[in-house]
């Protein structure tokens, strides 16, 4: 199979520089431009406009892709729309200027042992196809500001903090991509404070330096290669993540703008059921396994995508509506005042209309605009301990095997149940036409 990042059709694209970024600005991309200003993350503001000047050195920063890297790495080496989206998200709650439905399960404000104990440091996550690395490293960073807040937070309000406050290991993030742009990946890790053997470099000239070391051990980052639909990769990972005791499992996948190559989309949903499935190590397929309280659970999957080709998108969710429930995620914007208003009516009149209406217990949550989404995704209990079939066209049409009962493992290899399900095939669509019915 010839490298998807380099399609046959050549790459037409450019790094993603201020007026690039997020395209052309739409009607309805406006406010979405907005809320990246008042997040910090505005295109056109110093910090990205200083991207100019580095399209062609790479190298110089994580944050910015290059001509460069897109001519060695190909579409890997870009950073695409929905990355600067998912940032926004994969955050601490900024409730003076927006807000998010749900918000982000990785961040907890209250600052108690509880939090600390099972929360930023307690997480094993896995970003499939990290490209760049931009969503990931944002994402580590974020987590360890967010431990070093918290703990500053509990020894203020407890006037301590003592050893069994901790977790007893870091929180471990996981980028992965395909081996040979695992490179790419090493090197903005290296740019934002982490070393090509995924550790945090340990500085020791200045205490400065050390005391930003030390906070940063509250998250390994690890790069490892994953291509899709390889199982054996997969469940390397997934020994790795289980490699110290059972409750070391994965708690969270995320992925950026990867829903795109029709051809490309059987591998990445297999890839997602056979990460989120509950199977043992010895293999995929296994009963679930049950929490204490005797529930099944499954990591949570959080999706960014863009809409370039719906006609061509589509059917990978309707087949992830198959084994997966998921909703989108929603956001309120606050106005200088700190009372939230509907960003999607930005006149002085709808916003007093949206803070009357928050008044009145109307929250005016809004969606992105109709071209982005980010989706929150847990797999439907149901499914677990199924098995994706081999046939690509069968697997996307909702065919999927099922361990029989009380058979060995050669059995479940040579003739499994396979069955046909459409449950949840209209999630997308529903989802798209309730939007619709609200414009």
Known sequence: MSDPNFPATGLRIHPSAPGRRWGKASAAEKPLRAVAAEAGSDPESAAVAENVHNLERPGQDWRTDSATDIREFGIAGRIWE??????????????????????????????????LRNTARSS???????????????????????????????????????????????????????????????????????DSSSQRKEHEEAAAVDAVRKIRRSVELHVRPLPWGSSPAVQALKDEINDIHDENKLTHIVCSDLVYFPELLPSLLRTL?????????????????????????????????????????????????????????????????????????????????????????????????????????????GTLGCLPVDDDAMFMDGWRGQK????????????????????????????????????
């Open 82 to 115: 929905a990355a600067y989206l998912m940032q926004l998200y994969l955050r601490p709650q900024q409730p003076d200027r927006i807000e998010f439905d749900p918000p982000c399960d990785l961040f907890a404000n209250d600052g108690t042992r509880e939090t």
């Open 273 to 381: 059921v056979w990460l989120t499935d509950l199977a043992s190590r010895s293999g995929f397929g296994d009963s679930a396994k049950l929490d204490s309280g005797g529930n099944a659970t499954s990591p949570l999957v959080l999706i960014s995508y863009k809409v370039r080709s719906l006609i061509k998108e589509q059917p990978f969710w309707t087949a992830f509506g198959t084994w997966f429930d998921f909703e989108p995620v929603r956001f309120r914007k606050r106005s200088h005042t700190g009372l939230p208003y509907n960003d999607a009516s930005p006149t002085k009149a709808k916003a007093e209309q949206g803070i009357r209406s928050l008044s009145t217990s109307q929250d005016p949550w809004t969606e992105w605009d109709h071209s982005m989404y980010i989706f929150v995704a847990r797999r439907k209990v």
């Open 124 to 194: 094993n996550i896995v970003e499939l196809g990290s490209g760049a690395g931009y969503v990931g490293l944002h994402l580590a960073i974020q987590l360890e500001g967010h431990h070093a807040s918290s703990r500053q937070r509990h020894i203020a309000s407890d006037g301590h903090a003592s050893s069994s406050t901790l977790p007893h290991s870091p929180a471990r993030l996981f980028l992965t991509d395909l081996d040979n742009v695992c490179p790419l990946l090493r090197r903005n890790a290296g740019l934002a404070g982490f």
């Open 404 to 439: 029989p009962a009380r058979c060995s493992a050669e059995v479940v290899q040579d003739s499994p149940r396979i069955s046909q399900f459409t449950e949840g095939a209209d999630q997308f669509e529903w989802l798209l036409m309730s939007e619709a019915s609200c414009e």
